[in-house]
């Protein structure tokens, strides 16, 4: 008698699980049916500037790519002078209609130099024409993954949280003046899966959901001010690159392809949304189970990643 005393609810708990995933699965699936706004809304003209954090590999390569191939001028971040020469020479030989420039300045240990990088710019548009109308803050990583908190030093605790919180935060704050000097704006912020809570890259975590957290507040101030700059965030799974190597498949794009998904999201209309369709599948799972279960799936997961960058390792 008691335990059908429970066949209803658990039918209608059961039921609401059910719906509520296809809900999720669908709102989430249909921002992949707007067109990106990109082209239009940030470079009407054919003329304008984006500038990308993080360029000279992986992810923030990729999104040079694909911008040069949406016609704008791009403008390269990095610490290493020869390798954003040598990365901008391969666009121009790619992209030979759109042009290219670079800034150099170290991501760690960030200081008041940075407040340089807004004249920076100003000279290249001014040498070049167009605007800037494109801020990609993708540069980001961990100095030490797949470790415990303790294990970390002050000094690479410092560096994970410059490369990922305070350099992005910094130079937003920079270039959003000139930004807005422009017809209209957008900055992109490269966020993370991570930024959920996961074991062993705790600092690298809180960092992305630092990154969460600026995006929607910078968004709602811009929002609540008029200015005609937009703010967004792009949640993004693995990755194949070459500081991530692993086998690329569905659910596991190289960089060009992430970068292609991240700037079709442009316009969906949401302030977070996933770069990658497939990446928003495994989120909803995120959402719909239990944590405790996705702690133990993600922990043994990490590990085993561990294991793999350690077999690396050795065979360096």
Request: glycine share 8%.
């Amino acid at each position: 008698m008691a335990s059908a005393d429970w066949t209803k609810p658990l039918a209608y708990i059961g039921l609401t699980t059910v719906a509520y995933t296809t809900f999720k699965l669908l709102r989430g699936a249909s921002i992949y049916l707007h067109p990106s706004t990109l082209t239009k809304e940030y470079n009407p003209t054919g003329k304008n500037w984006a500038l990308v954090t993080g360029a000279t590999d992986g992810i923030g390569f990729g999104f040079c790519q694909e911008l040069r191939a949406r016609g704008f001028n791009v403008i390269l971040h990095g610490r290493n002078e020869t390798k954003l020469q040598k990365r901008a020479k391969e666009l121009e030989a790619e992209f030979p209609a759109t042009k290219t420039s670079i800034i150099v300045l170290d991501v760690v240990g960030v200081t008041n130099a940075i407040d340089e990088v807004g004249s920076q710019v100003r000279e290249t548009l001014a040498r070049n024409g167009g605007e800037l109308s494109v801020l990609v803050n993708n540069v980001g990583g961990d100095s030490k993954p797949y470790t415990m908190l303790e294990a970390y030093t002050f000094e690479e605790a410092q560096e994970t949280l410059d490369k990922n919180a305070v350099f992005m935060l910094q130079i937003t704050r920079v270039l959003l003046p000139v930004l807005e000097a422009g017809r209209r704006g957008i900055v992109l912020n490269v966020s993370s899966i991570s930024a959920y809570g996961m074991p062993f890259i705790s600092v690298y975590s809180a960092s992305k959901g630092f990154v969460d957290t600026l995006t929607r507040a910078l968004e709602a101030e811009c929002v609540a001010e008029g200015r005609n700059v937009d703010v967004m965030g792009l949640r993004v799974g693995p990755t194949r690159t070459s500081a991530f190597d692993v086998k690329a498949g569905l659910f596991v794009p190289n960089s060009r392809e992430l970068a292609i998904g991240a700037l079709n999201r442009v316009g969906c209309g949401e302030v977070i949304a996933w770069a990658y369709f497939w990446h928003s599948v495994q989120g909803v799972m995120f959402d719909v189970m239990p944590r405790s279960v996705l702690m133990k799936i993600t922990a043994k997961k990490m590990r085993e990643l561990k294991k793999e960058e350690e077999e690396k390792a050795k065979k360096r």
